[in-house]
């Protein structure tokens, strides 16, 4: 690998047939994250789980301040949904629906979330799924460009008649949906592989957005603007590639960033990536993706990418 330190210079810019399916619950629960395939035991994806799935029975409903907590119960287990007017409800063939004692329900929360070590355990769900005996599936997964889910089992052809909803409130259309976390109804699909379904309504799961204030056209953002220092002082070139550290513009951008010992994950709210040194493979979620040059241990203890990471970063 041919490496040179470069001096640092200004830049003008930071970076250059259909069968029916029975009434159902899913969710793919895990993220691929890349390994080194030469070391014993590691030739197969390691699994992180991105959402978390609780299932069970309302046994009892309290209200509190801006809130109601839902106890439910599955066997031994008890749990409490903090459900708020953010929280998305819906029976399984996709109608709204207000939660009552004695359903049978399904919550999915990114496992990220933080949550308060009590017990029972609590969680703030982003969707709770009331089993009816309607005719309808659920899927919550990421799908890809292709609108592909991550274990290639279902592919959405999404219509006219395809009911399109965002978390935030944001209009979408079908080009939206590419490449995002999503909340799927439907009720029949095809025996191929993967699975085609016309989906009667997706949402996306995205967060609020917060409103942008006034900002002075001649104003640089104060974030974009440390991390163009970053880059100007503390940077190498390997193979073409600039390559810049990972650790110290991640959290710059307010990404915690966890060591696994032959990288890093690095995480914000509902992304997530895995990144390991010596490979162009990372992690994106549950997708993979590709560097041009591998990330390297370029000085001790720091992990270097190639800059046009932090463009991803930055979205």
Do not use: C, W
């Not at 409800?89 to 933080?114: C, I, M, R, S």
């Not at 292709?146 to 592919?155: I, Y």
């Not at 917060?210 to 640089?220: A, C, K, L, S």
């Amino acid at each position: 690998m041919k490496m040179t330190k470069v001096v640092p210079f200004a830049m003008s810019a930071l970076l250059i047939g259909g069968a029916v399916v029975a009434p159902s619950a899913s969710a793919n629960e895990g993220e691929a994250v890349v390994t080194n395939a030469t070391d014993n035991n590691e030739q197969n994806p390691q699994v992180q789980p991105i959402f978390i799935k609780v299932a069970g029975t309302v046994d009892n409903v309290e209200k509190r301040d801006d809130a109601t907590y839902y106890t439910v119960k599955e066997g031994e287990n008890t749990n409490v949904f903090v459900v708020n007017d953010d929280t998305l409800v819906f029976d399984n063939t996709g109608k709204e629906v207000k939660l009552q004692k004695g359903y049978k329900v399904t919550a999915y929360t990114y496992a990220n979330k933080p949550m308060l070590m009590i017990y029972p355990p609590q969680y703030n769900p982003e969707v709770i799924i009331v089993e009816s005996e309607e005719m309808g599936t659920v899927e919550v997964d990421f799908f890809n460009k292709e609108l592909v889910n991550t274990d290639n089992t279902l592919k959405l052809n999404v219509g006219e008649e395809t009911e399109l909803l965002s978390l935030s409130g944001k209009e979408v259309k079908a080009e939206d949906l590419a490449e995002q976390h999503l909340l799927v109804f439907y009720t029949i699909a095809t025996m191929s592989i993967p699975a085609q379904t016309p989906p009667t309504k997706v949402v996306v799961l995205d967060t609020v957005a917060q409103e942008p204030g006034e900002v002075d056209p001649g104003e640089v953002n104060p974030s974009e603007s440390a991390i163009q220092e970053i880059i100007n002082k503390d940077f190498y070139e390997v193979e073409g590639t600039k390559m810049v550290p990972l650790r110290l513009i991640a959290e710059e951008l307010g990404f915690k960033v966890e060591s696994t010992g032959k990288g890093a994950i690095i995480s914000k709210g509902a992304l997530s990536y895995t990144i390991t040194r010596g490979q162009k493979e990372y992690g994106y979620n549950k997708a993979i993706r590709h560097f041009k040059v591998a990330p390297a241990l370029l000085e001790p203890s720091k992990t270097y990418v190639p800059v046009e990471f932090v463009e991803e970063l930055m979205k």
